[in-house]
């Protein structure tokens, strides 16, 4: 009687193990199955979100070959929030605020960052670059100081570095006031360096790398597109956390203080907190002692 060699019995126990995880998987992937049916019979692909804001009336950034996205100049639109729309108008720079009447004698602050400068669901009068303003013209007495608002929703330190450049060609600043917020600065930063400096016109806001299995998958799957979406905000936490995105992130802010250094301008780092980060005896709160 012939003896089972080790290497034909491990084979007949894959080949065993093989057949029960088939058997395991097989109701999963038909409920996979019936699902994208289901998903694709109950209607079409969602409608880009840019033409559904278009329609209802809200402002639409433009594309913009060095920064990604700015707002379109002199223009005037509502802008989404998640309780109602705020009215938003642009200067001839694509900036939010009024045209600047540049004194050549007079301080010029530049205010650099994201939705946090830009005034995210307030009007413009309650952003705090305009309230800065107003507090010091009542303290200088000086009616001459302008604080510029360059801040633009979803950008982050490397897209603050362009923007100070196109800024300085309509005004030498005197002062720059950086905004860094903890919340999703990092991530931002990750998800910009994948396309600058010279692909920015193909910048697409995912947390993933588009060309990452994952992500191709969500664009030809409605299952894995609606798992994507239920699952974006620890996608984000998670990315925002990592040590390439943090990496990145320093690294521009670094390059932001040389150019000011260059120039003799000084800069002012804000640091935005997270919220948990301020609260009494929330996680993080050490950070905000």
């Known amino acids: 009687m012939q003896r089972a060699t080790p290497g034909r019995a491990f084979g007949k126990k894959a080949k065993w193990l093989g057949g029960r995880l088939l058997l395991a998987a097989l109701p999963l992937l038909l409920a996979l199955l019936a699902c994208e049916l289901i998903l694709r019979v109950a209607g079409p692909a969602p409608a880009d979100p840019d033409n559904r804001m278009s329609d209802r009336g809200f402002l639409i950034c433009d594309h913009d070959s060095l920064l990604g996205w700015i707002f379109p100049p002199d223009a005037a639109g509502d802008f989404e929030d998640d309780n109602s729309p705020v009215v938003i108008e642009t200067n001839a720079w694509g900036l939010r605020g009024p045209e600047y009447d540049i004194d050549p004698d007079g301080l010029h602050i530049v205010v650099l960052g994201d939705s946090y400068a830009f005034g995210w669901g307030v009007e413009e009068e309650e952003s705090f670059p ?56 990092p991530v931002d930063e990750l998800r910009i360096a994948r396309y600058a400096p010279d692909r920015l016109w193909d910048y697409v806001p995912a947390v993933k790398d588009p060309d990452a299995l994952l992500s191709r998958l969500s664009r030809s799957s409605r299952t894995v597109a609606l798992l ?16 390439d995105a943090r990496r990145l992130a320093e690294a521009s802010m670094v390059r932001l203080n040389g150019e000011c250094e260059e120039t003799g301008v000084p800069l002012l780092m ?20």
């Open 130 to 185: 305009r309230q800065l303003e107003r507090i010091l013209r009542g303290r200088c007495g000086d009616p001459t100081l302008t604080v510029i608002n360059a801040g633009i929703p979803g950008y982050g330190p490397y897209q603050q570095i362009e923007m100070l450049r196109r800024v300085r060609r309509h005004v030498p600043p005197d002062i720059v006031i950086a905004t860094f917020s903890l919340a999703n600065d």
């Open 228 to 243: 994507d979406e239920r699952t974006l905000g620890l996608q984000l936490f998670l990315a925002n956390a990592g040590a």
């Open 270 to 289: 804000v640091v935005v907190p997270q919220r948990n980060q301020i609260l009494s005896g929330g996680p993080g709160s050490w950070f905000a002692r």
